[in-house]
């Protein structure tokens, strides 16, 4: 594994440190069940992005690689990006943790929370292997000729990693069911489909052959609805 890939696992598994450590100083050190629960799946999952980088070494590096594309990242994607990571990183799991019932016990919704993150752990590995184009950033990358991909998820939505990111959303309100938790979660959702729209527009002005796409895969993040 690379030096770069070291860090990026490192900053993934760090990111997640640092949102239970919000929830436990939310909780006064407490957890609960269904929290112990959420958050071993949660760093976990962090084992998929080890796995990706025996089939997709190259993407894993570019997205690990944010400083090289500082200056040619358009400046609405980066304010999305900090409020996205702010929020969704570390805002919810302190809201979670102050809100919460600990002792509220396994139940239905929050078996379907964790099936529905599982899928969109799922979704984003699978979008990942396919887009050698997908970086963290949101910019045409003239440097690597990049070309569109319309295979695999991509050939049902034309954002599916945004499409996992929203499933992630109804997935965490399932398992912390809060009013905080929704309202926090509703905000990444609503920066996500701005980023959605605001990408999907940026790539057909600047990438040939995305028009096309578009016309052939009309979905943007979800099939027959959006």
Same mark, same amino acid.
């Given at each position: 594994?690379?030096?770069?890939?070291?860090?990026?696992?490192?900053?993934?598994?760090?990111?997640?440190?640092?949102?239970?450590?919000?929830?436990?100083?939310?909780?006064?050190?407490?957890?609960?069940?269904?929290?112990?629960?959420?958050?071993?799946?949660?760093?976990?999952?962090?084992? $998929?992005?080890?796995?990706?980088?025996?089939?997709?070494?190259?993407?894993?590096?570019?997205?690990?690689?944010?400083?090289?594309?500082?200056?040619?990242?358009?400046?609405?994607?980066?304010?999305?990006?900090?409020?996205?990571?702010?929020?969704?990183?570390?805002?919810?799991?302190?809201?979670?943790?102050?809100?919460?019932?600990?002792?509220?016990?396994?139940?239905?919704?929050?078996?379907?929370?964790?099936?529905?993150?599982?899928? $969109?752990?799922?979704?984003?590995?699978?979008?990942?292997?396919?887009?050698?184009?997908?970086?963290?950033?949101?910019?045409?990358?003239?440097?690597?000729?990049?070309?569109?991909? $319309? $295979?695999?998820?991509?050939?049902?939505?034309?954002? +599916?990693?945004?499409?996992?990111?929203?499933?992630?959303?109804?997935?965490?309100?399932?398992?912390?069911?809060?009013?905080?938790?929704?309202?926090?979660?509703?905000?990444?959702?609503?920066?996500?489909?701005?980023?959605?729209?605001?990408?999907?527009?940026?790539?057909?002005?600047?990438? +040939?052959?995305?028009?096309?796409?578009?016309?052939?895969?009309?979905?943007?993040?979800?099939?027959?609805?959006?």
């Amino acid at each position: 594994m690379s030096k770069g890939m070291a860090i990026y696992a490192g900053r993934l598994f760090g990111e997640r440190a640092l949102g239970l450590a919000l929830f436990l100083l939310a909780t006064g050190g407490q957890l609960g069940l269904r929290a112990c629960i959420w958050f071993a799946i949660y760093f976990a999952s962090v084992i $998929s992005a080890l796995w990706l980088y025996r089939t997709s070494a190259e993407t894993l590096e570019r997205r690990a690689d944010i400083a090289s594309t500082k200056d040619v990242t358009p400046t609405w994607d980066k304010v999305i990006l900090a409020l996205f990571w702010l929020l969704g990183y570390f805002v919810i799991y302190y809201v979670a943790g102050a809100t919460a019932d600990l002792g509220k016990p396994i139940d239905v919704l929050f078996i379907g929370g964790l099936i529905l993150y599982g899928m $969109s752990t799922a979704l984003t590995t699978w979008a990942l292997q396919t887009n050698a184009y997908a970086e963290s950033v949101s910019r045409v990358q003239s440097d690597r000729d990049q070309q569109v991909c $319309s $295979s695999g998820p991509y050939a049902c939505v034309r954002h +599916p990693m945004y499409s996992a990111i929203l499933m992630w959303c109804v997935a965490i309100v399932a398992v912390f069911p809060t009013r905080g938790v929704a309202l926090v979660s509703l905000a990444v959702a609503a920066l996500i489909v701005l980023r959605t729209l605001l990408e999907d527009n940026m790539l057909a002005e600047g990438l +040939p052959g995305y028009e096309q796409y578009r016309r052939t895969v009309r979905w943007r993040l979800i099939p027959k609805l959006f």
